[in-house]
């Protein structure tokens, strides 16, 4: 069936370092992939996503480029901001199952000045 | 973007007591409706999925005469904790999606029953 993993937390980072978290994926059809934010205390909101292989989503100074190759949609930043602190959450969409969501497990970042 | 509301974000309740969470999409129409639970630095676990207009499909290990989810409109889904227990406490969260092209979600429901 289909499913996401992603990189296990928490990732401290120290403000102006470079970030990656690293998503892949399992899916039977051609599905969309996204991340999600979630600050404490609040609901998801949609960073970034892609819906075709190749595709780079962008948001905020994140990136992550859909790689059919190695069903992977990593999530990466040049220069993290005490603001990026919060979850990251990779999911996907896939036609096959109703457009139902997949999500991984996400990832607590804490950045400090 | 689309906008997913839901109410109320904090609730909490008695030992015993049922609990209604409601989850609107302002402008725009969803046929399928989503709801997760949320544990403390877990991943989302989605409960059920909510069609309008039948009844909800449950994931395995849900209890659906506990958690009561009805979708009477192509706009409002509401989620009913029946005779809640403390080991209910938890974070929902409901989500819309259009087609495949993004889930949009709701601010979540901190609930704690005492």
């Known amino acids: 069936g289909d499913s996401v993993t992603q990189m296990e937390g928490p990732v401290t980072l120290s403000e102006e370092a470079f970030l990656t978290i690293n998503c892949t994926y399992t899916a039977t059809g051609y599905p969309s992939l996204f991340w999600y934010v979630q600050y404490p205390g609040e609901g998801l909101q949609l960073l970034l996503k892609?819906?075709?292989?190749?595709d780079k989503g962008s948001n905020k100074g994140f990136e992550a480029t859909y790689r059919k190759e190695t069903t992977s949609f990593h999530l990466e930043k040049g220069s993290v901001q005490v603001s990026d602190s919060a979850v990251y959450f990779c999911?996907?969409?896939?036609?096959?199952?109703?457009?139902?969501?997949?999500f991984g497990t996400g990832t607590s970042l804490t950045v400090i000045p | 973007g689309a906008v997913v509301s839901q109410h109320p974000s904090r609730v909490i309740c008695k030992s015993g007591t049922s609990v209604k969470i409601e989850c609107r999409s302002l402008d725009f129409q969803a046929t399928t409706m989503f709801w997760y639970r949320q544990f403390p630095k877990k991943s989302l676990m989605l409960m059920a999925t909510s069609n309008e207009g039948s009844k909800a499909t449950y994931e395995q290990g849900v209890e659906k005469d506990k958690f009561l989810i009805n979708h009477a409109s192509l706009t409002l889904s509401t989620l009913t904790v029946t005779s809640a227990h403390p080991e209910d406490s938890s974070f929902y969260i409901c989500s819309a999606s259009v087609g495949r092209a993004e889930a949009f979600f709701g601010q979540g429901t901190r609930l704690t029953v005492v």
């Open positions: 892609a819906t075709k292989a190749d």
């Open positions: 999911a996907l969409s896939d036609p096959n199952t109703g457009n139902q969501f997949y």
